[in-house]
């Protein structure tokens, strides 16, 4: 059965509240994920933001925020985005575990890539049941994180979020162990794992260019130049 928020009736937040993640639809599951990890990562879920994590235009993502608002999921606060309810919260928190934990088996225990787990993933969470789930969860040993170094939230939907330094805050000659690298993107998650900048491996920083040019870096795969931008994507510890 899919949920549709248009035809939710009244009083939608107590309904929310009982609704399981499955009878939510993928586009509805997908947007609360996105919120969440914006949340989680101490950024506001604005229109543009979604619509980049999404791969969606801006209007359709207002489309979709304004009946997610209705339907009690969100708050919206004009010009600053929106927020997760209590309700939302808990479905996105659910929807997230279940993309991390499948994640880490499919790359534990059938031996995926993380840029191949992260796509597979993405088509098979939602029609993960809670039992598979549970089982999954077990047969991993309840792991913490996924193998992005993203926190998974545990069975009562509590996370643990790690506060890892950027390798772009790193100096020149100082050495670290990768541990969070950004999923939002396959091929980028390819190029990473071609440099060998993943999460277990150490990684130094022999260059930071001036002027905000880019950091060269030195990693079991040699040395290599990247932007800024994205060594800031890379937690390390």
Known sequence: M?????????????????????????????????????E?????????????????SAPSVTSMLKK?????????????????????????LEALRHHRLLERYLVETLGLSIAEAHAEADRLEHAL????????????????????????????????????????????????????????????LSYLADLDLMPGAPVELVRAAPFNGPLTIRSRGGEHAITRELAATIGVE
């Open 68 to 92: 997610l608002a209705a339907r009690g999921l969100v708050e919206r606060t004009p010009y600053r985005g929106v927020v997760l309810t209590e309700a939302g919260r808990k479905l996105a």
């Open 2 to 38: 899919s949920f549709d928020l248009d035809k939710t009736k009244s009083n939608p937040s107590a309904r929310l509240n009982s609704v399981p993640l499955q009878d939510l639809s993928p586009a509805v599951q997908d947007y609360l994920k996105a919120i969440a990890k914006a």
């Open 129 to 188: 049941s809670e039992d598979v789930e549970a089982r999954i969860d077990a047969a991993l040993g309840f792991p913490e994180s996924d193998p992005h170094g993203d926190p998974i939230p545990d069975a009562k939907l509590r996370v643990r979020v790690p506060e890892w330094r950027p390798l772009s805050g790193l100096t020149e000659g100082e050495s670290r162990t990768i541990r969070r690298v950004p999923d939002s993107d396959q091929e980028m």
């Open 40 to 56: 989680l990562a101490g950024e506001r879920a604005t229109t543009n933001a979604i619509a980049g994590a999404l791969g969606f």
